[in-house]
């Protein structure tokens, strides 16, 4: 695991002591204003990425 094959295709976010790259078109999906995105792991469960300020509607 590392980083993705194309990164500019995706944001880096620091999320407590792990690095999360979420890719550009679902960023696109999230509403301007939302503080955070919820998703599921399979076989670790539910996580929620929170946003420091609300997401601007720019990846």
């Given amino acids: 695991m590392g980083?993705?094959?194309?990164?500019?295709?995706f944001v880096r976010f620091e999320a407590d002591d792990l690095t999360v790259y979420v890719s550009r078109k679902l960023l696109a999906t999230l509403k301007p204003g939302a503080k955070e995105m919820i998703f599921?792991?399979?076989?670790?469960?539910?996580?929620?990425?929170?946003?420091?300020?609300?997401?601007?509607g720019e990846a």
């Fill in 3 to 9: 980083e993705p094959e194309n990164p500019e295709e």
């Fill in 40 to 56: 599921y792991v399979d076989g670790y469960g539910r996580f929620v990425l929170q946003f420091e300020e609300p997401w601007e």
